[in-house]
């Protein structure tokens, strides 16, 4: 969910304004998974606009404290949100790790790296949140490693009804300073796309395993 109408129209902006996001309903870009996408997220763009990595250090700070009070550590999941959970981490002057897509094939075999301790909280700083599935593989092996997750922070989520329905399995609570509807409102507002590609966007967002076919 995301936690601040302000804040996510804010971020929304932010991200369309440095090309973090990029919107091309007639070109539409090809994902990992093979899914056609009329957008493309990219928010390491970020951390390259030392106002806006502000911004977002702070967004993050406030939020962690208000909803899940203060952890023990916090947590980026790699590698998308090594930086920002490294300066969030910095903001609450609290200890850092990351979590690994795979472990480590050779020296420690490490999955979490840094230092934390079995019974310590934990919340986990991620990017972007799609279908959910590397986010909480993420939480899985803090658990595993013996921390508690208090829940996860996101700068922006597509808000697929697969990944809410994966969180909620998951038990994780989810937090996230934007997300799709308020960008491509903001898009729209702010002259980004036009009707007819407002639309296409709104359609992709149904059902976009298939949406080009």
């Known amino acids: 969910m995301i936690i601040n109408k302000d804040t996510a129209e804010n971020v929304a902006q932010i ?12 070109k539409p870009f090809t994902w990992a998974s093979g899914w056609k996408s009329p957008i493309y997220c990219d928010n390491r763009v970020s951390l390259s606009y030392p106002q806006t990595r ?19 550590v916090i947590a980026g999941v790699a590698t998308g949100a090594i ?3 490294a300066l969030v981490a910095e903001e609450l002057g609290l200890p850092f790790v990351y979590v ?5 094939e050779h020296g420690l075999g490490n999955l979490v790296e840094g230092f934390a301790t079995k019974g310590q909280s934990v919340v986990v700083i991620e ?4 279908t959910g599935g590397s986010s909480l593989k993420a939480v899985e092996a803090l658990r595993e490693y013996g921390c508690i997750v208090k829940g996860m922070a996101a700068i922006f989520t597509y808000g697929f009804e697969k990944s809410e329905k994966a969180f909620k399995d998951a038990k994780c609570n989810l937090i996230t300073l934007s997300d ?7 898009a729209f507002d702010q002259s980004f796309v036009n009707a007819k590609e407002i639309e296409q966007l709104k359609e992709w967002r149904k059902k976009p395993d298939t949406w080009e076919k």
């Not at 991200?15 to 007639?26: E, G, H, M």
């Not at 990017?127 to 799609?130: G, K, Q, V």
């Open 180 to 186: 799709y509807p308020t960008l491509i409102k903001k």
């Open 54 to 72: 502000t911004f977002l250090r702070q967004q993050f700070s406030a939020q962690i404290l208000e909803h899940f009070g203060k952890p023990d």
């Open 15 to 26: 991200l369309l304004q440095i090309k973090a996001v990029k919107l091309s309903p007639t």
């Open 83 to 85: 930086a920002i959970g």
């Open 100 to 104: 690994r897509s795979a472990a480590k």
């Open 127 to 130: 990017d972007l949140i799609s």
